[in-house]
């Protein structure tokens, strides 16, 4: 079968334009999902929600993440929604009844109007208890403070649920 000239022009003209059309959807597709699919949705502040980010100070340099790791940097530094817990409304009203925590964790106890007990928790740790006076306002502070980005911060919110899943198979 011969082809004509003009008829061999006009699918070569289709096929280079399907490929163009091709590489614009699949721009159009990758730009999409890097605006769209791949981020967290943002909100403003309000009274019941809050954008916070637990370790701003854990954003570091390449440079620096070269020769101490890259750790959980990324979650550290992402802002995340929470909600607001007012302390008065709060299950009757919560009052502060001591503080507790340990070398890294500062919190804080609250009793319920009804005798409930509840504990609040810093997520992020502080080292200043156990850094050595003579390395105190030097790189090795920098650095040992810096070891809390090892540390996931918001693996203690999966604890309810696995330890409720341990508890159902135990049964």
């Known amino acids: 079968m011969k082809f004509k000239p003009a008829r061999l022009a006009l699918t070569l003209y289709l096929k280079h334009l399907m490929f163009r059309l091709n590489q614009i959807c699949l721009f159009s597709l990758c730009i999409f999902l890097a605006y769209h699919g791949l981020t967290q949705t943002t909100t403003e502040d309000t009274s019941a929600y809050r954008i916070v980010v637990a370790g701003p100070e854990y954003g570091k340099p390449l440079s620096w993440q070269k020769l101490w790791g890259r750790n959980w940097r990324v979650d550290w530094k992402t802002p995340v929604n929470v909600p607001t817990l007012y302390l008065d409304k709060f299950d009757g009203g919560l009052t502060a009844s001591r503080t507790n925590g340990g070398n890294e964790t500062k919190g804080l106890r609250l009793k319920s109007a009804n005798g409930k007990e509840y504990a609040l928790r810093s997520i992020n740790k502080s080292r200043s208890d156990v850094v050595p006076k003579e390395v105190k306002n030097t790189f090795v502070e920098d650095i040992i403070r810096d ?17 409720a899943a341990c508890r159902s198979l135990s049964y």
Do not use: I, K, L, R
């Open 147 to 163: 070891g809390v980005s090892m540390s996931q911060p918001y693996a203690s919110f999966c604890f309810a649920h696995h330890g």
